[in-house]
C-alpha cells in the first residue's frame, strides 16, 4: 500500500515491490499514475477513503488469481523501467 501525501515523493521502495511481483495499492495521485495503471498492475483508491482502501484488500484477497496478475504486470513493468540495462543505457547516455 502506498501512501497517500502530497509531500513525499513516490518511495523508492516501490520499484523493489515491483519486481518482487507484488499487487499495490496506491492513492489516486498523479504522480502514482505513472507506475500504477488501473487495474492492471494495482488499484488507485480515493485519498483518505478507508471504505475504498478496504474494499480493495477484500477483492484482492477473495481472487488470488488477481494478484497474481497485477504481480505480474508489476514486474513486467518494473523490468522495462528499473531494469540493470535500462539504468546502464540511461547513465551512458547521460555521460556519452
Not at 53 to 74: D, F, K, Y
Amino acid at each position: 500500500v502506498l501512501p497517500a501525501s502530497n509531500e513525499i515523493k513516490v518511495p523508492y521502495s516501490l520499484p523493489q515491490a515491483m519486481m518482487l511481483s507484488s499487487a499495490i495499492i496506491a492513492t489516486d495521485k498523479l504522480s502514482h499514475h505513472e507506475f500504477i495503471k488501473q487495474n492492471k498492475n494495482g488499484i488507485l483508491i480515493k485519498q483518505n477513503n478507508v471504505d475504498m482502501l478496504s474494499q480493495a484488500i477484500i477483492n484482492l484477497a477473495r481472487n488470488p488469481e488477481w494478484i497474481a496478475e497485477l504481480g505480474r504486470n508489476n514486474r513486467e513493468f518494473a523490468k522495462q523501467k528499473f531494469s540493470k540495462e535500462i539504468f546502464e543505457n540511461k547513465i551512458n547516455a547521460i555521460l556519452n
